[in-house]
């Protein structure tokens, strides 16, 4: 079977303009162009297209899908299989949000009673999913599944007053290392209430605080550049200050 842009988007519920742009930056060539003009499609590229779109469910930038699927290692059955645990993840989220929903109603109703830990533990799951995608490889090969599972534990039994905390925590962390990067002091009054306060929201997360594993994060936070780009996004230089401020704070940098 071959299939025009406008067939294949037909099929495969997207718009003829996004397979337009997959083309332009090589994601996903047609199979040739007919002597009219016309993109035309074949089986290899409906079953490219299928992996792309698998891959844009699970929230895959369109840079890193070209990387993968354009790779001569590439392995189709293997990503389907990665692909199906990933979404039976996501449907074991899924289905924890719908009893969550479900039991708030009866509770509406008055049929049952629902404590403050259980009105929150969809979201604290899928808090704790969307770390283990971003980070878990990094974090567990650092500092062992041991670690990383207990913190998780330890997220999912939070009380509501202990989650909120820990938001407030983040927010107040990010708002004074902004204005303490202005002073470009690490050691400063301000860059040091900042590492406490980071050194306060890792406390809620983590069974024991130590002093090393607080500088060892903040290390991790220059090395791996997806932290680097969360604490950078509004302003440059945010990550290495902090760094350098908790380094300070907890007696690794005089």
């Known amino acids: 079977m071959e299939y025009t842009v406008q067939k294949l988007a037909q099929i495969a519920g997207v ?94 109703e008055g049929r049952t009673t629902m404590d403050n830990r259980e009105k929150f533990q969809g979201f604290k799951q899928k808090l704790i999913n969307d770390n283990e995608k971003k980070y878990g490889k990094e974090i567990r090969e650092k500092y062992g ?4 599972d207990r913190s998780n534990n330890k997220l999912k039994n939070m009380e509501k007053e202990e989650y909120d905390e820990a938001n407030r925590l983040g927010e107040e962390i990010i708002a004074t290392l902004h204005t ?14 900042a590492a406490d306060l980071h050194r306060q929201w890792l406390s809620l997360y983590w069974n024991n605080y130590t002093k090393e594993a607080h500088a060892g994060v903040a290390q991790m936070y220059v090395d791996d550049e997806r932290f680097t ?3 950078d996004k509004e302003q440059p230089g945010t990550a290495e200050f902090l760094r350098d401020a908790i380094l300070i704070y907890t007696g690794m940098k005089k």
Do not use: C, W
Not at 145 to 148: I, Y
Not at 180 to 193: D, H, I, R, S
């Open 145 to 148: 599944d041991e670690v990383v």
């Open 229 to 231: 780009a969360f604490y």
């Open 180 to 193: 303490a990067l202005k002073t470009g002091n690490p050691a400063g009054e301000l860059a040091q209430k």
């Open 15 to 108: 718009s003829t303009r996004t397979l337009r742009y997959y083309d332009e930056i090589g994601l996903l060539k047609p199979a040739r162009i007919n002597s009219s003009g016309y993109r035309i499609y074949g089986e290899k590229e409906v079953d490219t297209l299928q992996q792309i779109l698998f891959y844009r469910e699970l929230d895959m930038n369109l840079e890193k899908i070209k990387d993968i699927i354009t790779t001569p290692s590439f392995d189709r059955e293997k990503a389907l299989r990665e692909h199906r645990e990933k979404l039976l993840e996501k449907r074991v989220q899924l289905d924890l949000l719908i009893a969550n929903v479900n039991k708030t109603i009866a509770v509406i």
